[in-house]
């Protein structure tokens, strides 16, 4: 990974603003398509887009164009769009402000200190992104459900190839979720001193691990967010006939 990070150093500065743009609206462009015009149900499996949106119906006083998956997923788009790590991709990438901190050190940064106001008009709502984080738990113990549900059958316990990408995409969705800069500070980045309260050692345990896990942040919302496409894409072609989903462990073991 060090070799791959210096590699991507010596490049202009300007790729990395034009990658994470080109993959941000690429991944929004699949992810309207799945909302809105596909279904998540295959067989043994549930798309993570729908998991937790499998058995809702749509209101009736709903709009035609509503579909029961966007009453619910404005919670993990939410939490990601505002991600402190997410608005500096987004920033630099679709705003250029500023496109990348060589081009600030040059003097091309489009906005100067001076005429700077902080996060003003529709970007003040970057400011509940602890409120999404705690519907996010919701999400996640939705997804940690049907992951188990891809291996504990009604036929019996069973692992393939499907129920792998379902464990290995909410464990990094996982890790994105509790890496963040909000809960870190919930656990214990709120406190001045852990002895002075009941448990205070264990919530300082807890506040070095998730700092730990925090320092890797921009690349478990990176990881998370490719394994959460490749898994939806996996199942679709399984649903579709395109491929078939290798059983590692038959039922029964």
């Given amino acids: 990974m060090s070799s791959v990070a210096a590699a991507w150093k010596k490049l202009p500065w300007w790729v990395e603003p034009f990658t ?102 529709l970007f003040v709502l970057n400011n509940v992104h602890r409120y999404f984080l705690y519907a996010s738990f919701f999400v996640i113990a939705f997804l940690w459900y049907e992951a188990f549900r891809t291996v504990f059958t009604y036929d019996g316990f069973q692992i393939a190839v499907g129920s792998f990408l379902w464990f290995a995409n909410i464990i990094l969705v996982s890790a994105y979720t509790f890496s963040c800069h909000s809960f870190r500070h919930l656990v214990g980045g709120n406190m001045d001193c852990y002895s002075c309260v009941r448990g205070g050692n264990a919530r300082r345990k807890t506040y070095n691990f998730v700092s730990r896990l925090n320092a890797k942040h921009p690349q478990w919302a990176w990881y998370s967010l490719f394994s959460l496409l490749f898994t939806d894409i996996y199942l679709r072609l399984v649903a579709a006939g395109t491929i078939t989903d290798y059983v590692l462990i038959p039922f029964g073991g």
């Fill in 20 to 121: 994470v743009a080109g993959v941000l609206i690429a991944f929004g462009i699949y992810s309207t398509a799945v909302i809105v015009f596909a279904g998540g149900q295959y067989e043994q499996y549930i798309s993570p887009f729908f998991s937790f949106t499998a058995t809702m119906e749509t209101p009736a006083w709903a709009p035609a164009f509503i579909t029961a998956p966007m009453l619910l997923l404005w919670i993990p788009l939410g939490f990601r769009a505002t991600c402190y790590y997410y608005r500096k991709a987004y920033y630099r990438a679709f705003f250029w402000d500023p496109p990348a901190c060589q081009a600030s050190a040059q003097n091309r940064e489009p906005r100067s200190a001076e005429n700077y106001r902080g996060e003003r008009a």
